[in-house]
């Protein structure tokens, strides 16, 4: 019996070997998940990046 898995989008089962897929169960899933990360429905958990105090120089304030 071949593995199943559920498909990380739309959680129906589907088979890992020979599924050109995968992870997802088919190329629509694939499509739809490719999407969402281009229109930022997804995003990695990041720390803030520290902010410049008013008034402090940075690298763009310098002329060459």
């Not at 089962?13 to 998940?33: A, M, Q, T, Y």
């Amino acid at each position: 019996m071949p593995r199943t898995f559920p498909c990380p989008r739309c959680g129906e089962p589907s088979v890992w070997e020979g599924n050109e897929f995968r992870p997802f169960c088919s190329e629509r899933c694939k499509l739809i998940d490719l999407g969402a990360w281009a229109n930022d429905e997804y995003r990695l958990p990041t720390q803030d990046a520290p902010q410049h105090n008013k008034g402090s120089q940075n690298e763009d304030d310098y002329e060459d």
